[in-house]
């Protein structure tokens, strides 16, 4: 499966913009909780890397109805969408489950945001870490003619018969080549670190030591494979530095990939890292 995404948008929703995960809607800012109602217009869903504007009506502060239109996916039960107010440079975001499926829409449940599923890896997994510098990224946003190009091959039905699976990032130019600068970009290692913890949304890396980088943007190219009794898992994704904390015999870096893992395979994967942590 090969995805195209536009690279500057991508960059720009998830890297510039100040995003305020929420568990409640009761937690906005109270002129925002207050007048929901004028805001109404404004939600937004991402659904993997589609964004649509859905008509929605507030059940209450955890609840959210979403009304069925002809361009919205057919949801399934206990499926995960993000659900955006944007404004300003600001977006909260809001984690929700289908929790009911009704004939004219689909009832969202809001989740807390910090029990996203995240695996502890027990093994010891390498990650070879590029540095994506500002100068390149500041390139990509001026030009919109940059793709982002999400190669996997997998897909729900031939998953299990793979003995390799890969995720690939790749920076498409405007021959539609895989560009240049990108290429020569990771083929250089400013870090290497140890697979901690992985999720749909990122991964914690330790490294024995962290210089800090003044840039801008804090972009990263991470590589790492995941050797299972199954198959191996290759994966090279681009992501965002979100924080770095001091941790015994070394520093946890905290990263978002720019694209998540879409949910049906990122289900088939779990069932491969529950096997990498079995003794």
Not at 228 to 235: D, L
Request: aromatic content about 10%; hydrophobic content about 40%; glycine content about 4%.
């Amino acid at each position: 499966m090969k995805e195209k995404i536009n690279l500057s948008i991508k960059i720009k929703e998830r890297v510039l913009f100040k995003n305020i995960s929420l568990h409640s809607l009761e937690k906005l800012p109270p002129k925002i909780y207050g007048n929901l109602s004028d805001f109404i217009h404004n939600f937004l869903i991402i659904y993997g890397s589609n964004v649509h504007r859905p008509e929605i009506k507030i059940i209450d502060a955890k609840s959210i109805l979403m009304t069925k239109n002809e361009s919205l996916p057919d949801f399934k039960l206990g499926e995960l969408i993000l659900v955006i107010l944007p404004l300003g440079d600001t977006r909260y975001v809001f984690i929700c489950k289908v929790s009911e499926r009704l004939d004219n829409g689909y009832v969202l449940q809001i989740l807390d945001p910090r029990t996203g599923e995240r695996f502890e890896i027990k093994t010891k997994v390498p990650v070879f870490i590029s540095f994506i510098p500002e100068t390149y990224i500041r390139d990509i946003l001026q030009n919109h003619e940059y793709t982002l190009l999400k190669e996997i091959n997998a897909s729900e039905d031939n998953y299990p018969s793979l003995s390799e699976v890969h995720f690939y990032d790749l920076v498409l130019n405007s021959n539609h080549n895989i560009d240049d600068r990108f290429k020569k970009l990771i083929q250089k290692t400013f870090l290497v670190g140890e697979l901690i913890n992985i999720s749909r949304g990122g991964i914690g890396v330790k490294v024995p030591s962290y210089p800090g980088i003044q840039d801008e943007y804090q972009i990263f190219y991470l590589k790492f494979n995941l050797i299972t009794s199954s198959r191996v898992i290759k994966m090279a994704l681009f992501s965002h530095l979100r924080n770095a904390t001091r941790v015994e015999n070394g520093v946890m870096l905290h990263f978002a990939f720019l694209s998540e893992l879409r949910e049906p395979l990122w289900n088939l994967l779990r069932n491969d890292i529950e096997k990498l942590n079995s003794p």
